[in-house]
């Protein structure tokens, strides 16, 4: 997978990656539960990335591109990988970019706020907060906010892949960061259909759930997401 000079040409260039790699799991007569509540027809499971090493190098560099197209990088003094499928592509990235490394845990080990972030890191250091993807942003808030009692700055998350359907930014509006992400369910769409990956059945399905994502989940068995 090159790295194309368009944002455009980038996402369906990863979409496809992850179709072919069979990240993205379809399931149109039993939809997927998500630990959220939501009923989804589509899965993303980014996690078999790290079996395909071509393709995982490509998606580093990928990654360190659109990063740089966005200045997301310019002042960042480390890298922070999210538990548990975050930490790899952390770890790349910050190999990558010659930058240390920390990991933030889902629920702190032991006494105090330092016991959820693993690795040294000092008040004040401005960090970039990775995972493999975002779907309702549950724990992102709660990696912002063990971040944000360790004195770490932190303005940009990066994410392989986003649902782009859940209201990610009220759940993460008290921290001020901005979600990056190299594809999301419409580039799965739009390179799936224009390159025919998928059966028609299963396009039609994403395409009629992306256009009302709550009413097809509740219409399916989900839960409605209510802001807490």
């Avoid at 759940?171 to 799936?192: N, P």
């Avoid at 998928?198 to 839960?223: F, M, Q, T």
Wanted: proline share 4%; charged share 25%.
């Amino acid at each position: 997978m090159s790295i194309p000079r368009t944002e455009l040409a980038l996402t369906t260039n990863v979409a496809r990656a992850l179709i072919e790699a069979g990240c993205v799991q379809f399931r149109v007569d039993e939809p997927f539960r998500l630990p959220s509540g939501w009923t989804s027809p589509v899965y993303m499971d980014c996690r078999r990335l790290i079996s395909f090493p071509r393709l995982r190098h490509d998606l580093v560099n990928a990654s360190v591109h659109l990063l740089h197209e966005r200045d997301c990088l310019g002042d960042v003094d480390a890298i922070v990988g999210a538990e548990s499928s975050g930490i790899a592509l952390a770890a790349w990235i910050a190999d990558k970019l010659q930058l240390p490394l920390q990991y933030a845990r889902k629920k702190a080990k032991g006494l105090g706020p330092s016991t959820q972030i693993e690795g040294v890191v000092e008040a004040g250091d401005r960090v970039l907060l990775v995972d493999d993807l975002m779907a309702a942003g549950e724990s992102k808030r709660e990696f912002c906010r063990a971040l944000n009692e360790v004195g770490a700055k932190m303005k940009d998350i990066f994410v392989i892949f986003d649902y782009g359907v859940f209201p990610t930014a009220e759940v993460l509006e008290r921290w001020g960061v901005t979600v990056h992400s190299l594809a999301t369910w419409q580039d799965v769409l739009i390179s799936a259909r224009s390159e025919r990956l998928v059966d028609e059945r299963s396009l039609n399905e994403l395409e009629a759930y992306l256009k009302n994502p709550v009413a097809w989940s509740h219409a399916h068995g989900g839960i409605v997401w209510t802001r807490r």
